[in-house]
């Protein structure tokens, strides 16, 4: 796709460690691409090597390179807004949930349509999960319940629900049976899908929880609080293996943080994980000591609604006003965030 304009930022920070800010400056000029959505893009997710999936208000599923920003297929077929997307790692399929309270498999390389549908819930679908082999997907709905389906026919094998479970996000475990949920009770659970029972219950949070991930080694989970003013708005860190107690917290953010996700590993990063919230800002802290490493305003994209990690080295997040944004990190002297792109 042409690029349409160029933008500088000004709005790129460093946390020194002892807490005090350091302004970088200008940082280098922003690629404007044409929008990959005509409204909010309210959900984005990494493919491999070089792809990204987005759903939004405009009831497309998007899929792009996020390297050139440009489009490679739009996806047509649900009723309303697209709440979110996912895929298995190496697979050719993506899944997309909505409003429509419908679910929709499709295939990257075919465009007449999904390959899968799956209904069957009462109210708008909010979580979505693949099994690393891309044969299961879990689902969960704000009418309290979570399903699980075979991708290949369809089949509902099995369905829970739990009284005031909203269910906001769900994630799998990598190489595990397992998966995370959270929900506006402010609980998050470990499901095992094998059975589709409740496994573990960490203790509630004082706010809903709104987005949850795993590290690759499955050894941690993340969560994300809602709130405002600065109270709540923080993201947990939980330990899966050990003492299934609460780790760490991360605070920082103003308002309702909307998504977390775990870095992959990189030469020159230390274990880092990133946020993003409705303050329009996103934040990398340091996994293990809870400091905030750096911010970026993303000024007038409006509350941020998504996070995905393509690698070690680049973000992408889904914004409510301009699209998709796309963020480098360097270590050059001192962790910096900057934004190199929006398509």
């Not at 460093?14 to 044409?34: F, N």
């Not at 203790?203 to 690759?216: E, Y």
């Not at 941690?220 to 860190?237: K, Q």
Request: charged letters at 20%; one cysteine or more.
């Amino acid at each position: 796709m042409g690029k349409l304009q160029s933008k500088i930022s000004f709005h790129s920070s460093k946390y020194r460690a002892d807490g005090s800010v350091e302004e970088t400056g200008p940082v280098q000029a922003t690629q404007q691409h044409s929008p990959t959505h005509t409204g909010a893009v309210t959900s984005v997710a990494a493919l491999k090597p070089d792809l990204c999936v987005s759903g939004g208000r405009d009831k497309i599923v998007a899929v792009c390179s996020w390297s050139s920003g440009a489009v490679l297929r739009r996806f047509i077929g649900h009723e309303r807004e697209v709440t979110k997307v996912t895929s298995a790692p190496d697979s050719n399929r993506v899944f997309s949930a909505s409003r429509d309270k419908t679910v929709m498999m499709w295939e990257l390389h075919r465009t007449s349509g999904p390959s899968q549908r799956f209904p069957g819930h009462d109210l708008v679908v909010t979580g979505l999960a693949v099994s690393p082999d891309a044969s299961q997907l879990c689902t969960g709905s704000r009418d309290n319940t979570v399903c699980k389906w075979d991708t290949e026919t369809g089949e509902c094998l099995g369905r829970a629900a739990i009284s005031r479970n909203l269910v906001t996000h769900l994630c799998w475990v990598p190489g595990e049976p397992y998966v995370i949920q959270t929900s506006e009770d402010k609980t998050i659970r470990i499901w095992d899908s094998r059975e589709l029972q409740v496994a573990h219950a960490f203790p509630a949070k004082q706010h809903i929880q709104t987005c949850c991930d795993v590290s690759q080694d499955g050894r941690y989970c993340l969560s994300s609080s809602s709130g405002s003013a600065g109270e709540g708005s923080e993201a947990t860190l939980w330990d899966l293996r050990q003492t299934r107690n609460r780790v760490r917290e991360y605070k920082g953010h103003f308002q309702t943080t909307t998504s977390c996700v775990f870095l992959p590993p990189g030469p020159a990063l230390t274990p880092s994980i990133a946020t993003s919230s409705y303050d329009s800002m996103v934040k990398i802290w340091d996994q293990d000591t809870g400091a905030c490493l750096a911010t970026l305003c993303l000024e007038g994209s409006g509350p941020l609604a998504s996070l995905a990690a393509c690698n070690s080295s680049m973000l992408l997040c889904a914004s409510s006003n301009s699209g998709i944004h796309k963020l480098q990190i360097s270590n050059h002297a001192g962790l910096a965030l900057e934004e190199v792109e929006v398509f």
